[in-house]
T-cell receptor, first 114, second 114 residues
Framework: DGGITQSPKYLFRKEGQNVTLSCEQNLNHDAMYWYRQDPGQGLRLIYYSQIVNDFQKGDIAEGYSVSREKKESFPLTVTSAQKNPTAFYLC?????????????FGPGTRLTVL | QQQVKQSPQSLIVQKGGISIINCAYE??????FPWYQQFPGKGPALLIA?????SEKKEGRFTISFNKSAKQFSLHIMDSQPGDSATYFCAATINTGTASKLTFGTGTRLQVTL
C-alpha cells in the first residue's frame, strides 16, 4: 500500500513540552510539506522540503522545527515556543512525475495542549 | 495576506440540488487551481483541478468553471448527495519546476440534506 502515514493520530502535550509528529511516505516523492489547520482558517504552510537535508520556512514557521534526513521521513517538532499549538497538523508530499502540482495528504495528527 | 478568497463559509443544499462554491485569487502568476475535499478527521484529497488555459473542466458530477479575466474559479457539484457532505478547499499554486507551494482558501463546509 503506497501512501503517507502520520503518527500519532491524537497527541496531548503539557505546556512547556516539545513534541514531535511523525510523517512517513513510501511514494518515492521528493517534496514534503507540513500544514497546520485551524477552524475557519484553511491550511497554512509551516515548513516544506524539496530534497533530503534541505528545507524552507513556510508562512507560520515560528515555534516549529523540522528535519529531512531521509527521503521518506519529514518529522515536525512543535516546540514550547509555539504559543498556540493546539491544531490539526497535516503532512503532504508531491511527486516528481507529470503531476508535480498534486499534493497528497496524510490522515493528520490532532495535537491538544493541556 | 490571503491570496485566495473562498465563499461561502458554509452551504446547505438539498439532495439532488446544485452546490456552488466560489474562489477568487489575486496573484496572476498562479497556474494551477486544484479543489480538495476533506471529511472530518481526515486529510484533504484532490477532487478536481484546472489550468488557466481552459475555461471549464468536468469530472462526473464535479465541474470547475474558470474565468481568467475576473481571476475567479468555482466548483459546481451537480445532483448533490449526502455523501458529498464535507469541507471543500480551493487552492492555487505556482509550479516552480521542483516543487509547488499551495495557497489555500479558507474552506466551505457543505451539508447535503435529504
Amino acid at each position: 500500500d503506497g501512501g503517507i502515514t502520520q503518527s500519532p493520530k491524537y497527541l496531548f502535550r503539557k505546556e512547556g513540552q516539545n513534541v514531535t509528529l511523525s510523517c512517513e511516505q513510501n511514494l518515492n516523492h521528493d517534496a514534503m510539506y507540513w500544514y497546520r489547520q485551524d477552524p475557519g482558517q484553511g491550511l497554512r504552510l509551516i515548513y516544506y522540503s524539496q530534497i533530503v537535508n534541505d528545507f524552507q520556512k513556510g508562512d507560520i514557521a515560528e515555534g516549529y522545527s523540522v528535519s529531512r534526513e531521509k527521503k521518506e521521513s519529514f518529522p515536525l517538532t512543535v516546540t514550547s515556543a509555539q504559543k498556540n499549538p493546539t491544531a490539526f497538523y497535516l503532512c503532504a508530499s508531491i511527486g516528481s512525475g507529470t503531476r508535480k502540482d498534486t499534493q497528497y495528504f496524510g490522515p493528520g495528527t490532532r495535537l491538544t495542549v493541556l | 495576506q490571503q491570496q485566495v478568497k473562498q465563499s461561502p463559509q458554509s452551504l446547505i443544499v438539498q439532495k439532488g440540488g446544485i452546490s456552488i462554491i466560489n474562489c477568487a485569487y489575486e496573484n496572476t502568476a498562479f497556474d494551477y487551481f486544484p479543489w480538495y475535499q476533506q471529511f472530518p478527521g481526515k486529510g484533504p484529497a484532490l477532487l478536481i483541478a484546472i489550468r488557466p488555459d481552459v475555461s471549464e473542466k468536468k469530472e462526473g458530477r464535479f465541474t470547475i468553471s474558470f474565468n481568467k479575466s475576473a481571476k475567479q474559479f468555482s466548483l459546481h457539484i451537480m445532483d448533490s448527495q449526502p455523501g458529498d457532505s464535507a469541507t471543500y478547499f480551493c487552492a492555487a499554486t505556482i509550479n516552480t519546476g521542483t516543487a509547488s507551494k499551495l495557497t489555500f482558501g479558507t474552506g466551505t463546509r457543505l451539508q447535503v440534506t435529504l
